[in-house]
């Protein structure tokens, strides 16, 4: 048993590492379709609510929203998963962020900088709402809990709230039973 | 634009150990995203940084993979106190909401049995789903003009999350083409 969950603890970190240096365009959001698929569909290391739990209580946790692979890990392999995951996904672009400093500046001109920024910004919008999709998909098993999520990107979308406010209500709203 | 990014430090230096303490701050008061409480901390009240220098340091961030609010915690880190500084930084920005996190999932495995506790994730799930649905919805207002970014922006969203197709492949094919498309328009226009 702890064996095999070392295992999956390499596993998973190799796997993580590789995709924390493509997560372009704002972090690991848009990596969380890539990460379902890869624990839930592929290796059946967690079920898809216990990924959603992750993510969800990452979300509502002080800290970068990203560490919900930090419970994914924990999910999958116990504490060294939850380190080795958090590792895996912080540390490849920390490195690369250091020797992007430490490079000359004139070996990151400005114009290719700006030129990589243009492709980036659609790229990462098409696949951020792939990540909302396959969360609402993953969550939304009743006509409540597709509305609870259609109001909250309405209200997003036209009121200026914290979104803390919305994950409470939302909270509010699962426990009246009407999702 | 890397040249404002490595030049001095306009303020105080911290040390490697002030710079873990700053962003453990930060990352513990930063409920549902750090970003806003950084600007507060670093810009409004530390002036470790002008309104102008926090936003090309976070365009520097947005730019390189990895989460931004890392990113921006590695650099910060380095422009005060070099490598150590940059890693004292990021330590600082994950170490304590990790524990945070594993503690709360414990917690949730716990309560499986209690089904208010069960329902209330339910609810936070599917707005958690909403709040990341309309982000790119904002954002497409600024692609809008131009109909081979939306085009791109469709093809990522159908390779990843319709056709579920792995997200490594998706971004190798599609990002070098978008630049080499971008590239041509910009000669076509010369």
Known sequence: MENADDNVAWVLGGHLAALSVMAFGGGAIILA?????????VNHWLSNEAFLAAYTIAQAAPGPNMLFV????????????????????????AILTLAVLRASPARVSPTRGSMIKAAVLPL?????????????????????????????????????????????????????GWV | MSEDVVAAVTGERLGPLQLFLLFT???????????????????ERRKMFTIREFGDLLGFAQLLP?????????????????FAGGAAAVA?????????????????????????????LAGMSSVAAGLIIAIPLKLIGELRKNWIDLLFAGLA??????????????????????????????????
């Open chain 1, 33 to 41: 379709p890539d990460i379902q698929r890869f624990v839930v569909d």
């Open chain 2, 92 to 120: 600082g920005m994950v170490g304590a909401p990790m524990v945070i996190v594993i503690m709360l999932g414990i917690a949730y495995q716990r309560s499986q049995e209690l089904v208010l506790v069960h329902q209330a």
């Open chain 2, 157 to 190: 969203f159908i390779a990843v999350g319709l056709l579920r197709l792995p997200l490594l492949l998706v971004l190798v094919t599609l990002l070098p083409l978008l630049i080499l498309v971008h590239a041509r328009i910009v000669n076509g226009k010369r």
């Open chain 2, 66 to 82: 990895g989460a931004t609010i890392c990113n921006l915690s590695v650099i910060v880190g380095y422009r005060n106190a070099g």
């Open chain 1, 124 to 176: 990462s919008v098409g696949l951020m709402l792939a990540t909302g999709y396959s969360l609402a998909r993953a969550a939304d098993h009743s006509w409540g809990s597709a509305a609870l999520t259609a109001v909250t990107v309405g209200v997003f979308l036209y009121r200026k709230l914290n979104p803390l406010w919305l994950i409470a209500a939302g909270a509010v709203a699962g426990m009246l």
């Open chain 1, 70 to 93: 930090t419970l994914v890990g924990w999910y999958a392999a116990g504490l060294l998963g939850a380190v080795t995951a958090t590792a895996a996904i912080v540390v490849p672009p």
């Open chain 2, 25 to 43: 701050q930060l990352s513990l008061m930063g409920f549902g995203g750090v970003l806003p409480m950084a600007y507060r901390f670093l810009v």
